[in-house]
């Protein structure tokens, strides 16, 4: 399987070369800093070595856009903060793991395990990716206030774009606390491989090449949220299918946030494609054509220099998060933004409609092909799971 998402050549494959540069960028600063036959015995890794990463673009969106933004605060108050929860109505993790203040904690805590004993590895493999990558909760935060026109200026900000950046991380952050407990007490995983995969991720961010531009930054954030809630969705399914019924609720419930947050970020893309379509279209192919890297694409444990490649893997395998569901996605917003329907673009909008148009069913025919091809079965060790082997 691994060998398909390799040989797709589509919508994961932008993050899976890393570790390869990563590994030239590590020779290319040996070789320039530290005589050769030194650095072949004994040159000690560096304490910490950033993920390679694209040639960055910075403040792609002119500043008269940028004005739409500031324009645009009254609507988004009334129409993208109603998309929040009151937290006072909002489940928090606690709602859904054993009470360490009661008398039955232990015995909640039993039977907690072994309702997962039964789950296989390599659905651990799966819900360990999506809470480490729900746990790199500040990169995400960071890449909101990356965007012009829309970043929280003072990190206390009243504007309506900076309210719902600190609100949506605050429901956000309640999906990795959650997972991350419910791991812990399960007893199947190695929790220090996971924290540390935690750290070397929030240490590496991400790379989504949005540009400081809004425009691009809510496509993707509207096709991520569509993502995780596909994702988050099938690990219920799948929880359920084992017979862990509070973990299928668990998954279900962060499910139906995603999706609620999915609804807010088309929002302000709608409203995008209704005031300048042109610039709306030309953003949507734009990160199209670049591909939506995951947002945990950074992703390393110390060992794996392709643990991305090889989770994708599993996810695909398992169909927790399939090249198909990124077909699925794309389709889902052409149609919710009704691109097809879009007129009097210019030359280069309508090269862009036809584009975002006509890909879905292109990644699903090179889907198809790889699909048909003999795969290799191979089988490795995850950190994660105390490197028992997992089938790719
Ligand atoms: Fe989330
Ligand atoms: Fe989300």
């Known amino acids: ?34 005589p050769s036959a030194v650095a072949k015995v004994e040159t000690p890794k560096k304490l910490f070595t950033p993920r390679a990463v694209h040639v960055q673009i910075a403040h792609s969106l002119p500043p008269q856009k940028i004005e739409i933004f500031k324009s645009l605060e009254g609507w988004a108050e009334e129409n993208i903060l109603v998309h929040l929860k009151p937290v006072e109505k909002c489940w928090q993790p606690q709602d859904f793991l054993p009470d360490p203040s009661s008398e039955g904690f232990n015995e909640e805590v039993k039977e907690l395990r072994e309702r997962c004993k039964e789950i296989p590895d390599d659905y651990f493999v799966c819900l360990v990716g999506d809470m480490i990558t729900e746990e ?16 929280d200026e003072t990190g206390a900000s009243l504007t309506s774009w900076a309210l719902w950046t600190r609100a949506w991380t605050a429901e956000e952050n309640r999906h990795g606390d959650l997972l991350n407990k419910y791991l812990y007490l399960s007893g199947r995983v190695d929790m220090k491989q996971i924290e540390k995969t935690i750290q070397y991720l929030i240490g590496s961010g991400m790379d989504p090449r949005t540009e400081n531009n809004p425009y691009l930054g809510f496509v993707y954030t509207s096709f991520q949220e569509r993502a995780t809630f596909i994702s988050h969705g099938n690990t219920a399914r799948h929880a359920k299918k084992y017979g862990d019924l509070k973990l299928a609720q668990i998954c279900g419930i962060i499910a139906s946030d995603e999706k609620r947050h999915e609804r807010a970020y088309t929002k302000i893309v709608d409203k995008l494609f209704e005031i300048d379509p042109d610039g709306a279209v030309l953003a949507f192919a734009d990160m199209m054509k670049k591909k939506i890297s995951m947002p945990g694409h950074l992703i390393y444990d110390g060992y794996d220099d392709k643990l991305f490649e090889h989770f994708s893997s599993v996810a695909q395998r398992l169909g927790v998060y399939t090249a198909k569901d990124y077909a699925d996605i794309l389709e889902f917003l052409v149609t919710r933004w009704k691109v097809g329907e879009l007129t009097n673009l210019s030359g280069e909008g309508n090269k862009a409609q036809d584009f975002v148009c006509t890909l879905a069913p292109r990644i699903r025919r090179l889907d198809e092909r790889t699909h048909g091809r003999a795969k290799k079965t191979t089988a490795i060790p995850f950190s994660w799971i105390h490197g028992r082997e997992v089938q790719l």
């Not at 790199?136 to 970043?151: E, F």
């Open 1 to 34: 399987m691994a060998s398909r998402l390799t040989s797709l050549k589509e919508p994961f494959l932008c993050f899976t070369l890393w570790g390869k540069r990563n590994a030239e960028l590590r020779r290319v600063s040996m070789t320039s800093t530290i």
């Open 136 to 151: 790199a909760l500040p990169t995400y935060q960071t890449m909101l206030n990356t965007y012009d026109g829309v970043r």
